[in-house]
């Protein structure tokens, strides 16, 4: 039986006791690190690929937002369904992988509409910062201790509860200043997102390296995949808020 894995992570896909139920199968049916390297690349090519669709539409089709909120809903209920039902994940994972490209291929086009250049300069940051932050974990300069894990995970909820305030205080007119805003504190909270976003790289590559030492079942690749995307996929947006951010003061 695969064992309790003393691991934390802020990705929700990828809890503590993600793999606590799971049992250890034999060597040839088990998880590995380039099965789920294939497979994030596979759902990584999907994404780009319904992105794309979106993209070509240009800002002042009129499917665009429905296309953007469908993706955005029905990745929501993917990833959902994932994180609860993690045996979907060969199927939900590529779905979610479809889903999401459409909703940020949406939310690309209208940024690029107002900051000419910005779309690019986040996908090149976005994959970027992967490849850097991997580099880092494989040469053993960044190390995912329990300490590390614990703050990193510590700031990625309090994150979310702030951007859980900010979405409640929306429906009565309200919002947080510091998530929005293009000051000086504003650019700083971002620039603080995206270090706390990349950092939670760390913690995956550390999760599923964990996952494939402890024989996790083959489906537990594209569990794995999920969740890095996931995590890319926050990277992204925050960076391209970021940059918006910085270009609005220019």
Partial sequence: MV???????????????????VPGVADDQ???IGGTVNKTGLSLLILLATASVVWNRGPSDPSLWTLTMVGGIGGFVLAIATVFKRQWAPFTTPAYAALQGLALGGISVVFEASYPGIV????FLTFGTL???????????????????????????????????SFVLGFFGMSVPLIHSS?????????????????????????IEQGAERQAPKYM??????????????????????????????
């Fill in 120 to 123: 690019s300069q986040a996908v």
């Fill in 131 to 165: 490849g850097a932050l991997l580099v880092a974990y494989r040469s053993g300069l960044i190390q995912a201790t329990e300490n590390f894990k614990l703050g990193v995970a510590a700031a990625t909820g309090g994150i979310a509860l702030l951007y859980l305030l």
């Fill in 221 to 250: 690749e594209w569990y794995g995949a999920f969740g890095l995307l996931v995590t890319l996929v926050w990277l992204y947006l925050e960076i391209l808020r970021l940059l918006a951010k910085l270009q609005s003061r220019r």
């Fill in 3 to 21: 064992g309790h894995l003393s691991m934390r992570s802020g990705n929700p896909a990828l809890t503590a006791d993600t793999f606590m139920t």
């Fill in 30 to 32: 088990a998880m590995t």
């Fill in 183 to 207: 000051g000086t504190f504003g650019i700083l909270f971002s620039v603080f997102v995206v270090v706390i976003a990349a950092l939670n790289l760390v913690l995956d590559f550390d999760f």
